[in-house]
């Protein structure tokens, strides 16, 4: 399984970025792919991520209501649309598929990962 993420770049506060994520095989229905985001000397910190079948979605509170992650499935693809970005959301932005936990928060409950994509957002 491999994940390519692409979309990020240098934005101003306020501003807007979307992210996109391409698996590359297609996802079972059991399963769900998210975003996580690592700022330096931070851990990882999980973002959203989306139910590949039942579409359910789940986020972070400090994104909440300012992104919004969906689904692409002709394209195996995942999009998660950032509007008004702050400083704070700076990051490496990771993309990544869960693998057997029911959960989709942890880090750990997730078993393939992409290989990132910077977020800068200057103030």
């Known amino acids: 399984v491999q994940l390519q993420a692409s979309g990020g770049g240098v934005v101003q506060a306020g501003g807007s970025l979307r992210l996109s994520c391409v698996a590359s095989?297609?996802?079972?229905?059991?399963?769900?792919l998210g975003w996580f985001r690592q700022a330096p000397g931070n851990d990882y910190e999980f973002v959203a991520a989306?139910?590949?079948?039942?579409?359910?979605?789940h986020y972070a509170d400090s994104v909440k209501g300012r992104f919004t992650i969906s689904k692409e499935s002709a394209k195996n693809a995942v999009h998660l649309q950032m509007n008004d970005l702050k400083p704070e959301d700076t990051a490496r932005y990771y993309c990544?598929?869960?693998?057997?936990?029911?959960?989709?928060?942890?880090?750990?409950?997730?078993?393939?990962w992409g290989q990132g994509t910077q977020v800068t957002v200057s103030s």
């Open positions: 989306i139910n590949w079948g039942d579409l359910r979605t």
């Open positions: 095989g297609r996802p079972y229905s059991s399963t769900a």
């Open positions: 990544a598929r869960r693998t057997g936990s029911p959960r989709v928060t942890g880090r750990a409950d997730y078993g393939y």
